[in-house]
């Protein structure tokens, strides 16, 4: 049974950090790619990055570049979520989900092929 368990959220102040993880089992972690995706009240749930560590590629979307770092440490089968600079906005249910690194992709927010999703786990950024 595959499973994706996040972890790491939480509340903080705005400009504060959290470090999300994300651990998989169940699943043969180089044929996935990893996805990070958040949904905040009242709106859809957008794609905001992305790992394969197979093709050793990475992708955020253009809100979070420079202040979110994704990475993987494939001994554990974990991927990592490192924000930085928060902001109310960010406030969101954070989710990881994993695709096929052959079919899944995210570009501009949107998402297609992930196949298994977490549960997510609550970021909430104080002004």
């Known amino acids: 049974e595959v499973q994706l368990v996040e972890s790491g959220g939480g509340l903080v102040q705005a400009g504060g950090s959290l470090r999300l993880s994300c651990a998989a089992s169940?699943?043969?972690?180089?044929?996935?790619?990893i996805g990070w995706f958040r949904q905040a009240p009242g709106k859809e749930r957008e794609g905001v990055s992305s790992?394969?560590?197979?093709?050793?590629?990475?992708y955020y979307v253009d809100s979070v570049k420079g202040q979110f770092t994704i990475s993987s440490d494939n001994a554990k089968n974990t991927v990592y979520l490192q924000m930085n600079s928060l902001k109310p906005e960010d406030t969101a249910v954070y989710y990881c989900a994993a695709g096929l690194v052959t079919i899944a992709t995210m570009t501009h927010g949107s998402y297609y092929g992930m196949d298994y999703w977490g549960k997510g786990t609550l970021v909430t950024v104080s002004s």
């Open positions: 790992i394969s560590s197979s093709a050793g590629s990475t």
């Open positions: 169940g699943l043969t972690f180089d044929d996935y790619a």
